[in-house]
């Protein structure tokens, strides 16, 4: 944002994001949406706040995680076992039961 003084000359307002904020903007960020003044204000109050940047840490690495994943089929034995333990699960779950 650019605020004029009265000389007529301009300069630029520093923006100040809040970790509310700058959790709300994590994707944005990561995906190179953010524009520059914004970007800006993301990476100053990263150097500032650790609590945010293991925050990011964190959703860096569950993005990574996620993106390695494979859809493998699931063995019919561990199907079964499955199967039985969640059929167990929901008759002791219900009343009466």
Known sequence: MTEHT???RSRSRSVRLNCQ?????????????????TCT???????RCSDCVAFINTCKKTI???QSLSYDDIPS???KRVGQFLRAKLKRSRPGS
Do not use: K, S, W
């Not at 204000?41 to 150097?47: C, K, N, S």
């Open 77 to 79: 034995e561990m199907q």
């Open 21 to 37: 904020q700058v959790t709300e903007m994590i994707r944005a960020y990561l995906d190179g949406e953010l524009d520059a003044e």
């Open 6 to 8: 009265p000389a007529g």
């Open 41 to 47: 204000a993301f990476e100053e109050h990263m150097r």
């Open 64 to 66: 990574q995680v996620a």
